[in-house]
């Protein structure tokens, strides 16, 4: 007596049909929703630069942005949480740090850079906005040490108000 195999062959046309197959992107690759968080963070930062670097721009061509999830640096203090003028903190974690230019382990010449940290700082906002206000304040005061002026000079708005 022959047996027939009740249970079907499985094909990749099968599989697409029933709605188990590959799936492609939820949203095209041009909608900002697609962006992740860190993306949007990028974007707030270069457009925050932008407003200080319009003025500034002659000065700044050798300085760099970065961005790092996480601080990676120590108080001096612990005890007291005593941060260095290159660090913007707000009391014990440190929401950026301008690194200064000089040679790396290998040798090599490094830029100088301001590097914001991106957690901290979105914790500290409660809305996009602040987050834009937060970023900019920040890098106003990291350009100001940077350039060793106020930072009423890098942004003089910010004296008025």
Known sequence: ??????????????????????????????LPARRSRAEKFDRLVLNAFARIDHRWHDKLSKLDIAVDDVPKIRALDPESVTWPPEVVAEGPVPLSRLVPAGIDKRGET?????????????????????LEDLLFEVLVEQVATYLGIDPDEVDPNSAAE
């Open 1 to 30: 007596m022959p047996r027939f195999s009740s249970a079907r062959r499985i094909t990749s046309r099968s599989v697409a049909r029933h709605g188990r197959g590959i799936r492609g992107p939820v949203l095209p690759e041009d």
């Open 110 to 130: 490094t830029r100088a850079r301001v590097v914001l940290f991106r957690r901290p700082l979105e914790r500290r906002a409660k809305h996009p906005e602040d």
